[in-house]
T-cell receptor, first 118, second 113 residues
Framework: DTGVSQNPRHKITKRGQNVTFRCDPI?????LYWYRQTLGQGPEFLTY????????KSRLLSDRFSAERPKGSFSTLEIQRTEQGDSAMYLC????????????????FGQGTRLTVV | KQEVTQIPAALSVPEGENLVLNCSFT??????LQWFRQDPGKGLTSLLL?????REQTSGRLNASLDKSSGRSTLYIAASQPGDSATYLC????????????FGTGTQLKVEL
């Protein structure tokens, strides 16, 4: 178990281009989350999956953003027609979600994908 | 709407000093609270998770306390070391095991030799 893995680590793109990020959660974690973090701020929630079902989306997730988690394993976050305001660190987290005890909500984060839109 | 505040925003201490980081939240109906560490340009590392029914949790030199009714948590770091230099973030999960964490803006800690 190598923890939550995110790819790529860095992405520079021109305004208007589409980008896609990938997140591989800790195996057997059925909950997966995406957050966005801008400089000097704490992460802000974007969306949440339980297995393959996307159960919650933030109002921050505009129509240009879409997330999927096919087969309840890895997840992708796509941003279409990128804007300079999309420049941020995109963080993925997972938690067990099942099993005994209340610690099943503990969130484990990946290293993030740093997006720069020029 | 839950709001999380962390004070101070930045802190610089000499090596060996004991220190306290503060976190306050406006809605006391939380499920749990989690403290994280973030190194520059990196992701978040979970340090401690404290359930709403608990008063404190300890891991090594770290001790987190929770006073849910007053909406406060503290992270105590004993015998600080230069390797402790990082940003420390607290986050609360809403009551009922809700799905999103609400984060503070963090305390940037520098431990000097």
């Amino acid at each position: 178990d190598t923890g939550v893995s995110q790819n790529p680590r860095h992405k520079i793109t021109k305004r208007g281009q589409n980008v896609t990020f990938r997140c591989d959660p800790i195996s057997e974690h059925n909950r997966l989350y995406w957050y966005r973090q801008t400089l000097g701020q704490g992460p802000e929630f974007l969306t949440y999956f339980q297995n393959e079902a996307q159960l919650e989306k933030s109002r921050l997730l505009s129509d240009r953003f879409s997330a999927e988690r096919p087969k309840g394993s890895f997840s992708t976050l796509e941003i279409q027609r990128t804007e300079q305001g999309d420049s941020a660190m995109y963080l993925c987290a997972s938690s067990p979600g099942t099993g005994g005890g209340r610690r099943n909500t503990e969130a484990f984060f990946g290293q993030g994908t740093r997006l720069t839109v020029v | 709407k839950q709001e999380v505040t962390q004070i101070p925003a930045a802190l610089s201490v000499p090596e060996g000093e004991n220190l306290v980081l503060n976190c306050s939240f406006t809605d006391s109906a939380i499920y749990n609270l989690q403290w994280f560490r973030q190194d520059p340009g990196k992701g978040l590392t979970s340090l401690l998770l404290i359930q709403s029914s608990q008063r404190e949790q300890t891991s090594g030199r770290l001790n987190a306390s929770l006073d849910k009714s007053s909406g406060r948590s503290t992270l105590y770091i004993a015998a600080s070391q230069p390797g402790d230099s990082a940003t420390y973030l607290c986050a609360v999960r809403p009551g009922g095991g809700g799905n999103k964490l609400t984060f503070g803006t963090g305390t940037q800690l520098k431990v000097e030799l």
